[in-house]
């Protein structure tokens, strides 16, 4: 018997960042809450994958942003995530984000739903695998070397926090 998963496991990333900091979103909820996190989407046919990251970036962080570069697509293996029943498998297919406009979102509004605590300009030094997602990491490393590695990556060892690492 073949089982489907009950959501689809690609998603878009947007980095938006240098060689000295990124802004990330403070994650409240799914497999990456209480920690940082690319702006993120899932792929849907309803837009086109850069049309998707951009009005995620703008949801998520205030900033308006263009594509800069697309630059490749990262299969990761969480094992943790079956104990949420979430697939263990996300496919993730990186931009680089060029911000052109808007004001960072250091808070969310009250009126919207909470999926962040706002967004924040972080510096890269101060990323790490306790308070960032695996996507997150994958971003400084390409930051730090320029250098994007599309290897399949298996994170054993992954938790999800009950406490903010922001």
Known sequence: MINEPTSSPLFVCGIIGDSTAMVLNKCLIG????????VTTPVTTRATLSE???QMAQLQTGLQTV?????????LTIP?????????TLINIYYLLEPVGGQLLHDRPHYTE??????????LDQLNWANSSPS????KRFLQTGAFPTAE????GYQVLEQAQF
């Open 31 to 38: 497999p990456f809450k209480n920690r940082y996190d690319l």
């Open 52 to 54: 998707s990251v951009s």
């Open 67 to 75: 594509i800069s570069k697309q630059l490749g697509t990262v299969q």
């Open 80 to 88: 943790a995530l079956a104990a949420l029943e979430l697939p263990t």
């Open 114 to 123: 909470a999926v962040s605590a706002g967004a924040a300009r972080v510096p």
């Open 136 to 139: 997150v990491m994958q971003a």
């Open 153 to 156: 990556q298996r994170i054993d």
